[in-house]
């Protein structure tokens, strides 16, 4: 069974009250990789059975499909088996504003296994002006009950067609009379209804499920965008002046969780960080005017009226504020759609150098809940100098250079690095394929021609060793600019590592710690003395003995990389076996799984988490020490290099590998893997470079594909109109039955374009009929339709209306997929379809 996996970074807009939209959409999200990660557990039992019954009209002709949408879902990723063992995973999430909060909610969700069903109360029941509206108080709710009449008058003159339905008038009068010249929406009632449905999501969680969806040896990360109103102070090396110094609103926070290889879960998603989460997700959606700046103060009476702690404060205001100066509980910090509506960039740098445990299909799906109409005519322009009725007015060009263009603007810039990304993957997989004969050659020369015992773990570092010294031999004058490289690399590495260590040291003695930068001077200073030339990598004589020991016991990437690259090629071999090899799939997952707890114990060194108080003593001393000390920079290396232990690491890996390969590889196949592994050193040569020093791991190019009301949808080829669009995008608050409309549209939207890219990915491998497919959608429409039958109250006719839409656009199954709209079937048109 062939093995890909649909790995998903996820990039959520800002969007007001369209929030509750975007919640619909996170919601699928997380139950098509639940679903995944079910199917996964059971696949020795229930893939490829009988039960791929979706498409024989799953769950009946009347009433709910049985186990809801995530049970629906699997019944769809069934219908792949068995030609193709299809895994749905979720790593990265970067949002702003609205969007950031989603995306710390399905970010917890998604690290530890939890449901998001409080959070819909959230979004459906507290979303209201009603309640997230301060009360007026004293003279002023009388002067404005009386002239509530003519504000009245006066908006509805104003917003016309928008106020024809009598709940958004009359909250809208209400809202009206709340209190003037200050934010009118309450951030501590907000901050508390979050800490509820965080706290929830546990209370709610399903008894005995799996810790976490992260898969093992992958992680998760997610980044928040915010605003500081006040900026930081950054100082930036120029060539004249020397040093020129520049205020930074940006602010960007990062979570992670690491499912690590052993299969221990390592969350900034857990309970004791619901805080921290909570805080993040109130100060990325302080729209401007409409809520009140976040700040560490509010969130501290929060916690305190609510008789709650805050365990982890301190170490959140350092990792958040500690590299700006000043006191980091005084930031003050807005909406993060003021410097980034459209955060694509820490996503894009995120997505390099994940590991991957099968082929990948890399997707960015992008969430933008208020697209550019393309029916909209162009702005009017000048057609002649004093044309006043072609310009726009005073206050419109205020209001759209202050707020609507930057929000607005293109993501012409992300789309253009992400093809130069795509660029790169295509470029070092020509190189890999050009040098692959000639490394198969070179190895083949080096092993020894006896082939029915398992090599010992001396003869295989020795041909290792080996290979490396041929492929270093063979390079020529190009080998000290890859080893410049290198040792570029591995000094950054280190230099960040100390500065950590000195910072953690600084932390509990009350000292003051070191920067990157400062620890890098002192490393290139001792680098540059044992250079003949004075200069890293500047000669082309012999490699000097200290450089030689920096290499083999500081270079944990290297050893990542090569282990990362004998996964890819494992992965390949799924391909090449043929029936008469009788591969065992599950020996060569037990494989790859080995080598991924590997690669954890090497990346385990870049952690602070794995030294001591004597490591941390060094990394101090360093810091301490004058830039032309190199005496105590030798010191601190060779104990770092000590404390790693690369060389122990080295032999186990070497143990590890020639056992395993020859028990669960035949011959053909073990020979590939063992060329990569051994003849690694040749691919690092050439790829390196390419790579720009980008221990890049997937070589998989990027697509994108986005989910908006605009785009096409199975029921509605036309998209859809978004109540919450109303009101310059406030509109939800003002309407309950607006809220049901929109977040019911996101879900549906959203099962939609996942199943669209599940088939495409299989459509190659594993093509489903139209009639399947349309089959698969009807039951996946109709369970999430029967899940939020009992939730969604306030209109009546929502869900029993779109009940039947979904009967009479999905219900009859076209004979031999005749006249199914490609919107149906998820396929381009001219290919195959089953």
């Given amino acids: 069974m062939k093995q890909i996996e649909l790995r998903l970074a996820l990039v959520l807009y800002g969007g007001v009250s369209l929030a509750v939209y975007m919640h619909g959409i996170t919601r699928e999200f997380l139950n098509l990789v639940r679903a995944s990660r079910r199917l996964e557990a059971r696949e020795g039992r229930g893939r490829g059975s009988s039960s791929n019954a979706a498409g024989n009209d799953a769950g009946g002709r009347s009433g709910a499909p049985a186990g809801g949408s995530a049970a629906a879902y699997e019944r769809f990723l069934q219908l792949f088996a068995p030609a193709l063992d299809l895994r749905v995973v979720v790593d990265v999430i970067s949002g702003a504003s609205a969007g950031g909060v989603n995306g710390v909610m399905l970010a917890r969700a998604l690290a530890h296994n939890l449901p998001l069903d409080r959070h819909r109360n959230l979004w459906l029941e507290n979303a209201d002006v009603t309640r997230l509206a301060n009360e007026p108080v004293g003279l002023t709710r009388y002067l404005k009950g009386s002239i509530a009449p003519v504000l009245d008058r006066l908006v509805g003159m104003t917003l016309k067609s928008e106020l024809t339905d009598p709940e958004t008038r009359m909250k809208l009068r209400q809202f009206m009379q709340a209190r003037w010249f200050t934010p009118p929406f309450s951030g501590e009632r907000y901050v508390g209804w979050m800490l509820d449905a965080a706290h929830a999501m546990r209370e709610d969680a399903e008894p005995g499920a799996e810790q976490t969806l992260i898969p093992q040896g992958q992680s998760l990360d997610l980044f928040v965008t915010m605003t500081d109103f006040h900026g930081a102070r950054r100082r930036f090396a120029i060539d004249d002046p020397v040093e020129v110094e520049e205020t930074e609103h940006r602010l960007i926070l990062r979570y992670s969780a690491s499912c690590r290889g052993n299969g221990d879960l390592v969350s900034d998603f857990a309970d004791t960080r619901i805080p921290d989460l909570v805080f993040s997700a109130r100060a990325t959606s302080a729209f401007p005017g409409a809520f009140p700046p976040m700040t560490v103060a509010e969130m501290d009476r929060v916690l305190a009226q609510r008789g709650e702690s805050w365990p982890l404060r301190g170490i959140f205001l350092h990792r958040a504020f500690g590299q700006r100066g000043g006191d980091a509980a005084a930031r003050v910090l807005v909406d993060g759609s003021v410097v980034m509506n459209k955060p694509f960039q820490p996503l894009i740098e995120a997505i390099a150098g994940r590991p991957a445990a099968r082929e990948v299909v890399r997707k960015i799906v992008y969430v933008d809940p208020m697209p550019d109409d393309p029916a909209e005519p162009a702005p009017p322009e000048a057609k002649e100098e004093g044309d006043a009725g072609a310009l726009p007015g005073f206050f419109r060009v205020i209001l759209a250079s202050l ?321 919450g669009s109303n009101l310059n995008a406030f509109g939800a608050f003002f309407n309950r039955r607006w809220r049901e409309h929109d977040y019911l549209w996101g879900r549906l939207a959203a099962a939609d374009r996942l199943m669209t890219m599940a088939t495409r990915v299989g459509e190659t491998i594993a093509p489903l009929a139209p009639d399947v497919l349309r089959a698969a959608r009807r039951d996946v429409f109709l369970a999430i339709l029967e899940e939020e039958r009992p939730e969604l109250v306030a209109d009546p006719d929502l869900v029993p209306g779109l009940v039947a839409e979904v009967e009479r656009v999905l219900g009859e199954p076209a004979e031999a997929g005749a006249g199914v709209p490609d919107a149906l079937t998820g396929f381009r048109p001219g290919t195959a379809s089953g």
Avoid at 525 to 546: C, D, F, I, K, Q
Avoid at 549 to 564: A, E, K, S
């Fill in 403 to 723: 707020a609507h263009i930057p929000r607005n603007e293109p993501i012409g810039d992300a789309l253009e690095q992400v093809e130069e990304y795509n660029r790169d993957v295509r470029q070092v997989a020509d190189v890999i394929a050009a040098a692959e004969p000639v490394v198969e050659g070179e190895v083949r020369a080096i092993l020894r021609a006896d082939g029915d015992r398992p090599m010992t773990v001396g003869e295989l570092t020795r041909c290792r060793v080996m290979a490396n010294e041929r492929a270093h031999a063979s390079a020529g004058y190009a080998y000290h600019g890859y080893q410049r490289l290198k040792l570029s690399g591995v000094m950054s590495r280190v230099a960040e590592l100390l500065a950590a260590l000195s910072a953690a040291r600084a932390g509990t003695d009350g000292g003051t710690g070191t920067s990157a930068r400062e620890c890098a001077v002192r490393l290139e200073a001792w680098l540059s003395h044992h250079h003949a030339g004075g200069e890293v990598g500047g000669t082309n004589g012999p490699t000097p003995e200290p450089i030689i020991r920096f290499l083999r016991g500081l270079d944990v990437d290297y050893r990542i990389r090569r282990l990362r690259f004998v996964i890819r090629r494992l992965n390949r071999l799924y391909r090449m076996a043929t029936p008469e090899m009788e591969l065992n799939p599950e020996e060569m997952d037990e494989l790859k799984s080995t080598l991924y707890e590997q690669i954890d114990h090497l990346g385990q060194r870049w952690s602070v988490s794995f030294y001591g108080g004597e490591t941390a003593a060094a990394a101090a001393r360093l810091a301490a020490s004058a830039p032309g000390d190199r005496e105590t920079v030798g010191e601190v290396l060779d104990g770092l290099s000590a404390r790693m232990g690369l060389a122990e690491l080295d032999c186990l890996n070497d143990d590890v590998f020639s056992v395993m390969a020859f028990n669960y590889l035949p011959e053909p196949l073990r020979m590939s893997l063992t060329a990569a592994y051994i003849g690694f050193a040749f691919y690092d040569l050439v790829t390196l470079p390419v790579l720009r020093r980008l221990a890049a791991s997937e070589y998989n190019e990027i697509r994108i594909d986005r989910i908006s009301p605009a785009d096409g949808h199975a029921l509605r080829p036309e998209g859809v109109k978004l109540k």
